[in-house]
Structures are given as C-alpha cells and as structure tokens.
C-alpha cells in the first residue's frame, strides 16, 4: 500500500465523511482511497467553490470535513474559500499535494500560501509518520478549531507505507471550565441587572448550547438575540429579538440600546454585532464569555469575561443564581416590528423591478418553512438574511468572515449536503451569482432541489451606492443587462424572471410540483437606493 492510501484510509477512519475538491494527478491516489474507505467524495467545478462547500458542510453539520485539490493551481484556485474558512475558525483539513522541486511549473510556497490567509500547517513527511500525521491535522483541526493544510508531497505519496494499527475517531477536545471567581461576577452582574440581554455568537451553536441559555435567560427575565452566524438560534423563543447588528430591527436596535447589561455568548462583540458600539447603552455593563481567552476584549472593553464553554458556563450560572424568577426585560410587549417584514415601507417597485423587501417577504411566504439558507456578500445581503426566516441556527450559513463576494452558491451546497431533509434556499447579488455560476452544474449534478435567487441590480450596488452620490463615474461597477435565467436553464435548471409580484406565481407552482429540477429566480430588483445596513458595511474598511 502506497503513502496516499494509506493517509486517505486514515483520515476517513478519524472522522472525515465528506471531501470535496477537483482531483487532478496530485490528489487522486488520496481521494479515491478516501472514496474507497467510505468518505463520500464532492465533485466541484472550481476549487475556489470546492472550499467553500467544504467549510459550509462543516458550519452546517458541526464535524469536520476536507477539501482536496492539486499541488500548486489547485491550492491557489482554493484560497479565497480557504482564508473564510480559517477566519471563521471551521474545522477544515485541507489535503494540498505538494512539489517540493523548485523547478517544478506546480512549485509555490504551499506553507506561506497558508499562513498568509490564516490557516495552520502540517506535512506528511514519511511513509513511518504518514498515517500518525495526517490523523494529528485531523485532531488539530477539531480540537483548536482551526483551518489545517495538509501538504503531501509527491514523492512522499508514492512510498510503500508502513503497517498502521487501528484509527480511533477523533473527538471534540472536552469543554473549557470557568473559573469559579468567573461565574461569581456573571452571577453578580446578572443579579444586578433590570433589562439585561444576550447575545449568542458562533460559541453558541453548540449542542446543548441554546437550552442552557434559554433557561438561564427565563430565570433572569433577559432577551434573546443573536449575531448573523448564530441567525435562528431563538427562533422560536416569545422572547427573540432577531438578529442584533446591522440586520437589526429598528424595534431591536431601540431594545439593546435599553440594556443596562449585555453578555456575549461565544460571541465577538464586534462592529458589525454592535454598530461599533453603537448598540450599547452609555451605563450598560459588558460580559462576554469565550472558550478561548485570547477572545476577550478583542473588539471592545468588557467589564466581565469569563474563559470557559457557553453551555458549561450557562449552566453553572443557573447554578449559582438560584431559583427565583425575575421579570427583569421582560415588562414591556416586543411586538410584531421585532422582524423587518412587519415594518411598514413604501413599496418601490415598478413596472420592471420589484422592491427587494417585496421580493423577499414574498418568497419567506411561498417557500417552506424546513429551509437552509445561505447568503452570498453585497448590497443585497441584508434583504434575505433578515428577511427569510430559519427554523434554527442549522437553518442559516453565513460565510462573511472574509467578506468575499461569490461565495453564496458554493455556501449553500455545502450546507444542503449537511442538511438534506431541507430546502436549501441560495441568496445572490448578480455579481456573486454569474461570479459563482460554474457551480450551478454542481447543483443540478447532485440532484439538490434548490432554489437560487438572485437579487439582480445589473451592477456592484454596494459601490454603486457607495461612490455614486459623490458623483464619481459607475461604468466600471455596472454591466448590461444579463438574462441570467437562460444562463441558468442552459445548466438544466428550472428559471423564472421575476419584475413583479406576479411574477411569483412561477415559484408557488415550483414549490407545490415535484421540484425535478432546481430553480433559479432572476429577480430584476429595484436599485434606486442603498440597503440600510451599507454605512455600516463601509464604517468597517
């Protein structure tokens, strides 16, 4: 048995199910061993998509996956996708064959590629070492959270291996303990409190997470929200405020401001959670609790932070606090203008385009209910995400930590294939979509039932919005018109022009018929102005 079997039987037995990738002579000893160990092999049309769906896949599921690609090309075509993912801290071993020959046309600095976007690596640099390794990228991966490339070079692949025993699974490292001083002064800082709130991030999307806080939250009378990566975590909780941050409610927004005590949960606190500070309140105390002490205070003061596990930590609090139920934020009625859709507007829609908040309450009403959502980056993005509702936090895939366009459609196979009982509901700006639109054979290849809406401004509206009312030319962020639904029909799609209301009807008949093929919705939306959360986009540059 060669090198590249071998490390292919063993990363399948330490928990990788699903890789994802374009296979060229580098890495198709490797991915066909992990095919043939039972890891269930993603073809994609561009390594760039490939990574991305690799890190959906691991947001979505909460395990760890792989992304395979060709030494050199094959790594640089994957790096934008790769940079998200290790900016987000998903768990992802990336399997990169390398040339290590200088005079090799495949040779780069593989290591540096990495480490520049952020990711962590590891080499493969013996047949006796190879099987132990590749299982160490593995752990480090699901233990620190990290993006880990794997760089297996092509000599090294074609070793005879040596004998391995038994792979055991690799498992979560155990949850990070508070410190008992820590859970007195969150103890203290919630009993104090009249209108406290929180905030679950990332952190929070852990199993057991959500109970634990939801019970912490019902002792202590505080409201619930979330960040955008947490989106649905509450969702059907009387006391959710939504999404806090830009996507906010002005319902939402008015309520934080009210807190005397906001607590981060696995939760950055960041500009874009907190409108740059904006949503806390001159005399509020801030908490936030992270595994991971480095995380405290990055993004502001806090005036509390406890390193430890946001279920363990909840728990423990609840713990501490005892039993007695306070009213605290509770005393007032949220309403229904908690979520945007129930926030009157003036329709701007026309003849030929149609307002994108009519679009897109339209669309929460006609599609199911059991959905995943993924949301590509751009002017349009705020529009579905605070729009569609999620059934829960498995219900919504943000891949915004790199704040890449054309990334949406790749976001949302990912999260399908992790999430295959629901409707995966991709969310586009024409430049992401046409951006992306390689992937569309992708969709139709793996027979997902997707419905692809585009948002189609004919142009980059967020610089569109941004640079245009200062008068400066826009030829270079607007295009002609494309009929992006032939483009989608042509890959075997289902497609649909919307400009009205009306034009929905096509949708309702998709989504009552036995949806054979996916469906893409070109929607020629209004674009006169920018979205609401635009200033605060481009505060963040």
């Given at each position: 048995?060669?090198?590249?079997e071998?490390?292919?039987?063993?990363?399948?037995?330490?928990?990788?199910?699903?890789?994802?990738?374009?296979?060229?002579?580098?890495?198709?000893?490797?991915?066909?061993?992990?095919?043939?160990?039972?890891?269930?092999?993603?073809a994609a049309?561009?390594?760039?998509?490939?990574?991305?769906?690799?890190?959906a896949?691991?947001r979505?599921?909460?395990t760890?996956?792989?992304l395979?690609?060709h030494?050199?090309?094959g790594?640089?075509?994957a790096?934008?996708?790769?940079?998200?993912a290790a900016?987000?801290?998903?768990?992802?071993v990336?399997?990169?064959?390398?040339?290590?020959?200088?005079?090799?046309?495949?040779?780069?600095?593989?290591?540096?590629?990495?480490?520049?976007?952020?990711?962590?690596t590891?080499?493969?640099t013996?047949?006796?070492?190879a099987?132990?390794q590749?299982?160490?990228?593995?752990?480090?991966?699901v233990?620190?959270?990290?993006t880990?490339?794997?760089?297996?070079?092509?000599?090294?692949?074609a070793?005879?291996?040596?004998?391995?025993?038994?792979v055991?699974?690799?498992?979560?490292r155990?949850?990070?303990?508070?410190?008992?001083?820590?859970i007195?002064?969150?103890?203290t800082?919630?009993?104090a409190?009249?209108?406290?709130?929180?905030?679950?991030g990332?952190?929070a999307?852990?199993p057991g997470?959500?109970?634990?806080l939801?019970?912490?939250?019902?002792?202590?009378?505080a409201?619930?929200?979330?960040?955008?990566v947490a989106?649905?975590l509450?969702?059907?909780h009387?006391?959710?405020?939504?999404i806090?941050?830009?996507?906010?409610?002005?319902?939402?927004?008015?309520?934080?401001?009210?807190?005397?005590?906001?607590?981060?949960?696995?939760?950055?606190?960041?500009?874009w959670?907190?409108?740059?500070?904006?949503?806390?309140?001159?005399?509020?105390?801030?908490?936030?609790?992270?595994?991971?002490?480095?995380?405290?205070?990055?993004h502001?003061?806090v005036h509390?932070?406890?390193?430890?596990?946001?279920?363990?930590t909840?728990?423990?609090?609840?713990?501490?606090?005892?039993?007695?139920?306070?009213?605290?934020?509770?005393n007032?009625?949220?309403?229904?203008g908690?979520?945007?859709?129930?926030?009157?507007?003036?329709?701007?829609?026309?003849?030929?385009?149609i307002?994108?908040r009519?679009?897109?309450i339209?669309?929460?009403?006609?599609?199911?209910?059991?959905?995943?959502v993924g949301v590509?980056s751009g002017?349009?993005?705020?529009?579905p995400?605070?729009?569609?509702?999620?059934?829960?936090?498995?219900g919504?895939?943000?891949?915004?930590?790199?704040?890449?366009?054309?990334?949406g459609?790749?976001t949302t196979?990912?999260?399908?294939?992790?999430?295959?009982?629901?409707?995966?509901?991709?969310?586009?700006?024409d430049?992401?979509?046409?951006?992306?639109?390689?992937?569309?054979?992708?969709?139709?290849?793996?027979?997902?039932?997707?419905?692809?809406?585009?948002?189609?401004?004919?142009?980059y509206g967020?610089?569109?919005?941004?640079?245009?009312?200062d008068?400066?030319p826009l030829?270079?962020?607007?295009?002609?018109?494309?009929?992006i639904?032939?483009?989608?029909?042509?890959?075997?799609?289902?497609?649909?022009?919307?400009?009205?209301?009306?034009?929905?009807?096509?949708?309702?008949?998709?989504?009552?018929g036995?949806?054979?093929e996916?469906?893409?919705?070109d929607?020629k939306?209004?674009?006169e102005r920018?979205?609401?959360?635009?200033?605060?986009a481009f505060?963040?540059?």
């Open positions: 048995m060669k090198v590249a071998a490390v292919g039987r063993a990363l399948t037995a330490a928990g990788v199910d699903h890789v994802f990738g374009v296979v060229g002579s580098g890495n198709f000893h490797l991915t066909n061993a992990m095919v043939a160990a039972g890891s269930r092999y993603v049309r561009h390594e760039g998509g490939a990574a991305t769906m690799a890190d896949y691991a979505t599921s909460g760890v996956a792989a395979s690609v030494q050199g090309p790594l640089t075509n790096l934008t996708g790769i940079a998200e900016k987000s801290g998903t768990p992802l990336v399997l990169a064959a390398e040339a290590t020959q200088r005079t090799s046309n495949f040779y780069v600095d593989q290591e540096a590629l990495a480490r520049a976007v952020g990711a962590v590891e080499r493969v013996s047949a006796e070492e099987v132990e590749a299982c160490g990228a593995v752990r480090r991966a233990r620190e959270r990290r880990v490339l794997l760089n297996l070079p092509l000599d090294v692949q070793m005879e291996a040596l004998p391995a025993g038994p055991p699974v690799v498992t979560p155990a949850p990070v303990e508070p410190s008992w001083s820590d007195a002064a969150l103890a800082a919630l009993s409190a009249r209108r406290p709130v929180f905030v679950a990332r952190g999307r852990s997470a959500r109970d634990a939801i019970a912490l939250a019902d002792q202590h009378g409201l619930l929200a979330t960040s955008a989106h649905g509450f969702h059907d009387p006391w959710s405020l939504g806090s941050g830009g996507f906010a409610s002005p319902r939402t927004v008015e309520l934080i401001q009210g807190a005397d005590l906001i607590v981060g949960w696995g939760c950055a606190l960041n500009m959670t907190m409108r740059h500070g904006r949503l806390i309140g001159p005399d509020a105390t801030v908490v936030q609790i992270d595994d991971d002490a480095a995380a405290l205070g990055v502001r003061d509390v932070g406890v390193t430890g596990d946001v279920e363990l909840a728990r423990l609090a609840l713990d501490h606090t005892g039993t007695e139920r306070r009213e605290g934020y509770r007032r009625t949220l309403g229904p908690i979520r945007l859709r129930n926030v009157p507007y003036e329709d701007e829609s026309t003849r030929d385009r307002d994108p009519t679009l897109s339209a669309l929460d009403d006609i599609l199911p209910a059991e959905r995943v590509d002017n349009f993005m705020g529009y995400s605070a729009y569609l509702s999620v059934p829960d936090h498995h919504f895939c943000f891949t915004q930590a790199f704040q890449s366009i054309g990334l459609l790749a196979i990912g999260a399908a294939l992790a999430r295959p009982d629901r409707l995966p509901v991709a969310a586009l700006g430049g992401g979509a046409l951006m992306g639109a390689a992937e569309l054979d992708t969709v139709r290849r793996l027979g997902l039932p997707m419905v692809v809406v585009v948002y189609n401004d004919e142009g967020a610089e569109v919005h941004h640079f245009g009312p008068g400066f030829d270079t962020v607007t295009f002609p018109a494309t009929d639904a032939a483009i989608a029909r042509g890959y075997g799609f289902e497609a649909v022009t919307v400009r009205t209301r009306a034009d929905l009807k096509a949708v309702e008949d998709w989504v009552a036995p949806r054979a996916p469906l893409l919705v929607a939306v209004a674009g920018g979205s609401w959360w635009l200033e605060e505060r963040g540059h």
